[in-house]
Antibody
Framework: EVQLLESGGGLEQPGGSLRLSCVTS????????MSWVRQAPGKGLEWLSS????????FTADPVKGRFTISRDISKRTLYLQMDSLTVEDTALYYC??????????????WGPGTLVTVSS | DIVMTQSPDSLVVSLGERATINCKSS????????????LAWYQQKPGQPPKLLTY???TRESGVPDRFSGSGSGTDFTLTITSLQAEDVAVYFC?????????FGPGTKVDIK
């Protein structure tokens, strides 16, 4: 059974940093791309970043490029999102998403329950 | 960026009736090399993460009831629920996974009449 579980969210001040983690199980971690998608309260979905199954390539949305960095630790089967220079606009529920293939262009077939990030002074 | 639009914003349908949701992309999401449309549909129920319903515009994800079907090509796509059930009350999103950034439509809320 595929399982994704995010952690690392919480309350952070503007300008601060958080590192989100997503522990995975139930599938071949190196054969599937992984992504982060966020959803602000009561709003729609926003793709943030994706990384290939091998970890050799990654892509990040312009609004967070230079502030957010995606990475993965194959030995720990864990996906990360390092978030720096946080602003109030980063307040959202952050989802970890498994792609149904190795390429970042694969659709997301499993989503974690999400971890809530609140940026406020 | 490819802009995704959906219509209608919300839909109220009687149990057992058909629900039709439209999605339009500002550019074609058809990849000519493999003739696949990089368009996915997701269902999101309150308090839950999105669930993949269809991808490549019309391929139903494993385990998804066959009352859900996706169609369309190029820039115009449709998600059809042929016989609405109570458990289908949700918000439905389309997403293009053709070019970065992978953008989502704003969502269509489906309710029971």
């Amino acid at each position: 059974e595929v399982q994704l579980l995010e952690s690392g969210g919480g309350l952070e001040q503007p300008g601060g940093s958080l590192r989100l983690s997503c522990v995975t199980s139930g599938f071949s971690f190196t054969n599937h791309a992984m992504s982060w998608v966020r959803q602000a309260p009561g709003k729609g979905l926003e793709w943030l970043s994706s990384i290939t199954g091998s970890g050799g390539s990654s892509f990040t949305a312009d609004p967070v490029k230079g502030r957010f960095t995606i990475s993965r630790d194959i030995s720990k089967r864990t996906l990360y999102l390092q978030m720096d220079s946080l602003t109030v606009e980063d307040t959202a529920l952050y989802y970890c998403v498994k792609g149904n293939g190795e390429s970042c262009y694969s659709p997301g077939d499993y989503w974690g329950p999400g971890t809530l990030v609140t940026v406020s002074s | 960026d490819i802009v995704m639009t959906q219509s209608p914003d919300s839909l109220v349908v009687s149990l057992g009736e058909r629900a039709t949701i439209n999605c339009k992309s500002s550019q074609s999401v058809l990849y000519s090399s493999n003739n696949k449309n990089y368009l996915a549909w997701y269902q999101q129920k309150p308090g839950q993460p999105p669930k993949l319903l269809t991808y490549w515009a019309s391929t139903r994800e494993s385990g998804v009831p066959d009352r859900f079907s996706g169609s369309g090509s190029g820039t115009d796509f449709t998600l059809t629920i042929t016989s609405l059930q109570a458990e289908d009350v949700a918000v439905y999103f389309c997403q293009q996974h053709f070019s970065i950034p992978f953008t989502f439509g704003p969502g269509t809320k489906v309710d029971i009449k």
